[in-house]
Structure formats: C-alpha cells, structure tokens
C-alpha cells in the first residue's frame, strides 16, 4: 500500500515529476491513496464547497484535472482503477485499487467532517471508512 500527501500550492505537476512520486512504486503496490492540499484555493471555490457538498456536486475543474493525471500515471483502466475520490474545499483524497485484487475490495464510503470555516466546509478532514478489503491487510 502507497500513502501520499502533496501540496500542490494550486500548481499543476508535470507527468514527469508524478512518474518520479507513483511510477516508480506502482509495480510494487496493490493499493494507493493520494491526498492533496491546497488543489483550487480560488474565492469563488472555496465559497461554494459547502452548497457543492450540500447539493451533491463534487470537485473543480482542477480537481478532475489531478484525478485525470494520477490516473495516467497509474495507468488507470488497465492496471489500477480509481475506486473513490472526494474534494472538499481545497483538499483531494483518492483510492486506487490494482485490477489484479480489485475483486477483494468493496464497500468504499467517503465522508468528511465539516471543521473549517464557521463549522460549514468539511476542508480539514477526510475518511474513507468502511473500506472493506475482505482479509488483505489483516494476513497472519
């Protein structure tokens, strides 16, 4: 499994520098969760993450952009599927599962707690709870 924070300062990376941080582990990993910081920090966006959230919409322009990229850099579709992903505010998590054991992962359920400004935009905390790897993690 490969965790990794990044923040992106409202940059864009080049494939290049994603290859570096995700490619070159890739081969060696089942699951990997991206999280990053600071992905779209523009007035308007911040102001409308919590109607986004209330009404169901998800994520920036940015924001796809980052989804789009990683999955490039995982080969996505072919050798890595994204199972979820949430933003919030400016923070993106994302959870992406090797076609190979795809099968022995489900119930994925993304939630976030509404802690940043005025108690109304969930953009400090992220939890993919009840993810279920049906043993995976827990061999003996």
Not at 13 to 34: K, P, Y
Not at 54 to 62: D, M, N, P, Q, R
């Amino acid at each position: 499994m490969l965790i990794g924070t990044w923040n992106v300062g409202q940059g864009r990376a080049s494939h290049e520098s994603l290859m570096s941080w995700l490619g070159s582990v890739v081969s060696d990993v089942g699951i990997v969760v991206v999280g990053l910081q600071e992905v779209d920090m523009g007035a308007g966006f911040l102001a409308m993450s919590a109607a986004k959230e209330t009404v169901g919409l998800e994520g920036s322009s940015i924001g796809h952009w980052w989804l789009d990229t990683i999955g490039k850099a995982l080969d996505e579709n072919t050798t890595f599927d994204r199972m979820g992903s949430r933003q919030l505010a400016g923070l993106l998590i994302s959870l992406w599962v090797r076609k190979s054991i795809r099968t022995h992962v489900g119930d994925i359920d993304a939630a976030a707690v509404p802690c940043g400004f005025d108690q109304a935009i969930g953009n400090k905390v992220f939890d993919f709870h009840n993810f279920d790897c049906h043993g995976l993690l827990h061999r003996q």
